[in-house]
């Protein structure tokens, strides 16, 4: 293990962060993303410092296959975006380059400063920026080149034992970022790690702050939850720490029911987190389609005069199951066409008609016979 050194304001070197040679932190060169080994190199290249960084760093060590990566550097957007032909820059706030290799998108971010606190935009240093990042085991910073990692908020250690800790203070961390606190339960579902106790009381404490985040927030986070392959447990972490309630309240009433229909939802829940982790499947209307069937089997017992009233009333139930987050619409109606069953056309009660009584052939006969009759007396007299 080495440490690197930065200087301090009298000049003197002041130790910054622990680095890990490959020997100690085990992660192979050849498991890696080739596209995304390459754009840290061509940054390295055009003088900039680049590291991968988060959950691909996690997911490494964890012996995962990493399913996207996340890149910083010290190059602004701009310069990223004139080093690397294929990319643009988004977001307004927090401007960051998606730079493009094949179908695949890699995010590359500037380090940031803490300067304004940990959701400040300034741009900053990347001892900084690991003082930004929410727990320990993110703010690890991969060096491909060198196959080492450079570690300032002793994330390795926690890693090691097994443990979430965060690096920004309990009193700040989920105050300013209250989605922080399903990140929190997240990685401890994924890895298997245990929240530190203050870190569980926290959470308790804050909970209710879930609240004030953002509906286009809380839809980013389902909608990894339930392509994550661990949907089910991590609700059901979420229900235990009273967090359900403000990202998917549908879920949390079953939960509280504890019932027949809390049960089928837990089943299609682990049905569809099995799918995910045999194929791997990330097409949303495919996995809306485990979690929809159970307020469509509902919705076919609201009485409907017809199959577009049916539908109807299955489509609404799926999109109020769902509230506050909003999916795509076209997602959420494959879903529901999906588990949609059609009902059977009700049978009209026929009135029985009142026919008119027709003579009979020997009545008609005879009733002609003295008409005949009449005629020709009328006839005689004249």
Do not use: W
């Amino acid at each position: 293990m080495l440490t690197r050194y930065h200087k301090g304001p009298d000049g003197k070197p002041v130790k910054k962060a622990l680095v890990y040679t490959a020997q100690e932190h085990g992660i192979q060169v050849r498991d890696l993303d080739q596209d995304a080994v390459r754009i840290v190199k061509r940054l390295r290249d055009n003088g900039h410092d680049a590291y991968i960084v988060g959950g691909a760093v996690r997911d490494l060590l964890l012996s995962k296959r990493p399913k996207d990566y996340d890149i910083v550097t010290d190059a602004q957007p701009a310069r990223i975006k004139k080093i690397f032909y294929r990319s643009r820059i988004i977001g307004r706030r927090f401007r960051l380059v998606h730079v493009y290799a094949g179908p695949k998108i890699y995010e590359v971010s500037t380090f940031r400063s803490i300067a304004s606190g940990t959701i400040g935009n300034e741009y900053g240093t990347i001892d900084d920026d690991a003082k930004r990042r929410d727990f320990s085991i993110n703010a690890l910073y991969y060096d491909p080149v060198g196959n080492t990692i450079v570690d300032y908020v002793h994330g390795m250690k926690d890693f090691k034992a097994q443990r979430i800790v965060p690096v920004i203070p309990l009193k700040t961390i989920f105050k300013e970022d209250p989605v922080r606190m399903l990140r929190a339960i997240k990685y401890s579902v994924g890895t298997g790690f245990a929240m530190v106790l203050p870190v569980r009381m926290a959470i308790r404490k804050h909970a209710s702050l879930l609240t004030t985040a953002s509906t286009s927030r809380l839809g980013e986070e389902a909608m990894k939850i339930i392509s994550g392959g661990r949907c089910l447990p991590i609700c059901r972490e979420l229900f235990k720490y009273k967090l359900l309630d403000a990202i998917l309240p549908s879920f949390a009433n079953l939960f509280r029911r504890n019932d027949e229909v809390c049960n089928k939802l837990e089943s299609r829940l682990l049905e569809m987190d099995e799918h995910v982790h045999r194929t791997a499947e990330k097409t949303l209307s495919i996995l809306l389609t485990f979690i929809l069937s159970v307020p469509v089997e509902e919705a076919a017992e609201i009485p409907a005069v017809d199959t577009a009233e049916a539908y109807h009333n299955a489509l609404q139930a799926s999109r109020d199951f769902l509230l506050p987050v909003t999916l795509p619409r076209i997602d959420v109606e494959k879903a529901v066409r999906a588990n949609f069953i059609a009902p059977e056309p009700k049978s009209k009660v026929r009135k029985p008609r009142k026919r008119r009584r027709r003579p009979r052939r020997s009545e008609s006969s005879a009733g002609e016979a003295q008409n005949g009759a009449a005629s020709d007396a009328s006839s005689l007299d004249t």
